[in-house]
């Protein structure tokens, strides 16, 4: 069974990089055909999804942030990972790491000064 963790900090500073890592266990980010994405909730908001690393390494962003993400992987240790520059206080939310069939617990993220 696949299982995603979310790990970095909970509280980032206005203007600076927001930083999250995606654990991957029970399976590999390199298999065929799977994509693996990252989603946000912010407070009283819908789910957004804010893009995705295919299991080639290709990359797609939401159109709305493709300005500020970056999504990269590290093969040897199954990890993907989310940037998102220029953080405020609008990006305060829960994040999520997520593929086809699952997502992790997620974890919050607070922009904060």
């Known amino acids: 069974q696949v299982q995603l963790q979310e790990s970095g900090p909970g509280l980032v500073k206005p203007s600076q990089t927001l930083s999250l890592t995606c654990t991957v266990s029970?399976?590999?980010?390199?298999?065929?055909?799977?994509?693996w994405s990252w989603i946000r909730q912010p407070p009283g908001k819908g789910r957004e999804w804010m893009g995705a690393?295919?299991?080639?390494?290709?990359?797609y962003y939401s159109e709305s942030l493709k300005s500020r993400i970056s999504i990269s992987r590290d093969t040897s240790k199954n990890q993907f990972s989310l940037q998102l520059h220029a953080v405020t206080h609008e990006d305060t939310a829960v994040y999520y790491c997520?593929?086809?069939?699952?997502r992790g617990q997620g974890t919050q993220v607070t922009v904060s000064s």
């Open positions: 997520a593929y086809t069939s699952g």
């Open positions: 029970g399976g590999s980010i390199t298999t065929s055909h799977f994509y």
């Open positions: 690393i295919a299991y080639d390494g290709d990359t």
